[in-house]
C-alpha cells in the first residue's frame, strides 16, 4: 500500500505547524515503523512499545506525539493519502472526462491498498474509531482527498465540486470498512466507487 519511504523532515500530514525539526523526524520514524509493523501482522502487530523499539524512539515520545494506536495509524493513512496525492501531481489521471479521470485516481487509490491489504485494513480499522486523535487525523485525510478531487473537477460551480467530493469520501469510507469487515472485495468497492463518480458528476459534464 502506502510508499513507505521516508520523506526526511517535510512537514507531513497531520503536522503539529510548530513542531520542530526533530520532533518531525521522530514523528516520521513512528509512523514508517507502523507502516512496517501493520504490513506485517495487520492491526493486532501495531502495539505501541513494538512502534517504539522499530522507530528507535522513547515509548514516552511516542504518547506525547499520539494519544493512542489509533491516533498513529489515522495519521499513518492521512499521510499516506498525501503522497498519493503528491504522485497525482506528476502523474495526472488518466481519462477524456472529469469522470473518467475520478474513477482512475479512485482505482489507483485502490490499487495501492490492495497490494498491502493486512497494512490497509489496520489503518481503515483506526480510521473508525471514536479516538479523539485519530478523528483529527480523518480531517486531514479528507483535506487530502478534496485537494486530488479538485483538480479533476476545477472547471464545476466550487458548490457542487464540494458536494460531489464530500459524496465521494463517504462512499469510499463505508466501502472501505465494509471491505475491512469481510463483507466485501476491492472488486466490489472499485465498483461502487466508479458508479458513485460517474452517477454524480457525469451529469454536470452533460450540462
Known amino acids: ?11 507531513e500530514a497531520g503536522d503539529v505547524p510548530d513542531m520542530s525539526e526533530a520532533q518531525r523526524e521522530r514523528r516520521q520514524r513512528l509512523i514508517d515503523a507502523a507502516f512496517e509493523l501493520g504490513a506485517e501482522g495487520g492491526y ?25 494506536k489509533d491516533h498513529l495509524l489515522a495519521a499513518a493513512l492521512a499521510e499516506w493519502t498525501s503522497r498519493l496525492a503528491e504522485r497525482v501531481v506528476h502523474r495526472p489521471p488518466r481519462g477524456d472526462t472529469a469522470a473518467d479521470q475520478m474513477v482512475d485516481l479512485l482505482n ?50 466550487p458548490e457542487v465540486r464540494v458536494d460531489i467530493l ?15 469487515n469481510g463483507r466485501s472485495t476491492f472488486e466490489g468497492v472499485r465498483a461502487e466507487l466508479e458508479r458513485a463518480a460517474r452517477v ?5 459534464e452533460s450540462a
Not at 500500500?1 to 512537514?11: E, F, I, L, N, V
Not at 493486532?44 to 514516552?60: G, I, K, P, S, Y
Open 108 to 157: 489507483r487509490a485502490c490499487d495501492a491498498m490492495e497490494r498491502q491489504p493486512k497494512l490497509s485494513s489496520a489503518l481503515v480499522r483506526a480510521l473508525t474509531s471514536p479516538d479523539a486523535g485519530a478523528v483529527g487525523a480523518s480531517s486531514d485525510l479528507r483535506r487530502s482527498i478534496v485537494s486530488m478531487g479538485e483538480g479533476i473537477l476545477g472547471d464545476l460551480d
Open 44 to 68: 493486532d502487530a501495531v502495539q505501541m512499545r513494538e512502534v517504539a523499539a522499530t522507530a528507535d524512539v522513547a515509548l514516552a515520545t511516542i504518547y506525547r506525539l499520539f494519544v493512542s
Open 200 to 204: 454524480l458528476i457525469t451529469p454536470y
Open 166 to 180: 464530500a459524496v465521494l469520501g463517504h462512499v469510499w469510507y463505508s466501502n472501505l470498512v465494509s471491505w475491512s
Open 1 to 11: 500500500m502506502p510508499d513507505t519511504t521516508t520523506h526526511g523532515s517535510r512537514s
